[in-house]
């Protein structure tokens, strides 16, 4: 299965430049990269990207992340998937922008 990682623009570059990330600030101040599924990602940006531009989107596959990735509890007990070490760019199959149209974020099809 999919799932994915949203960066912005200044984040999507360090991890360019150092082949790996310990994530955005929230992910390092909590511990594990923050990642979302297909059906999580909708509401992940519009409670944490609202009126962000400069988006990039990475999806990982999930079983390539091993035990390091693990299904936590968070919004309404619906279960995310934390990473528990960096991520690195060995373990994206792809990256995209998230564009900005008058209804909001749009982020491709996915899955």
Not at 23 to 44: E, I, K, N, R, Y
Not at 53 to 71: R, Y
Request: aromatic share 8%; charged share 25%.
């Amino acid at each position: 299965m999919l799932i994915y990682k949203i960066f912005r623009a200044e984040e999507w570059a360090a991890m360019q430049t150092q082949g790996r990330t310990d994530g955005a600030p929230v992910d390092v101040a909590d511990g594990f990269v923050h990642l979302s599924t297909a059906a999580q990602l909708p509401v992940t940006l519009a409670k944490h990207f609202a009126a962000e531009t400069d988006l990039i989107l990475l999806a990982c596959e999930s079983d390539a992340l091993g035990d390091a990735l693990h299904w936590e509890p968070s919004r309404g007990g619906d279960l995310f998937p934390h990473l528990y070490r960096p991520l690195s760019m060995d373990d994206l199959l792809w990256t995209r922008p998230i564009r900005r149209d008058a209804n909001g974020h749009v982020t491709g099809p996915l899955e």
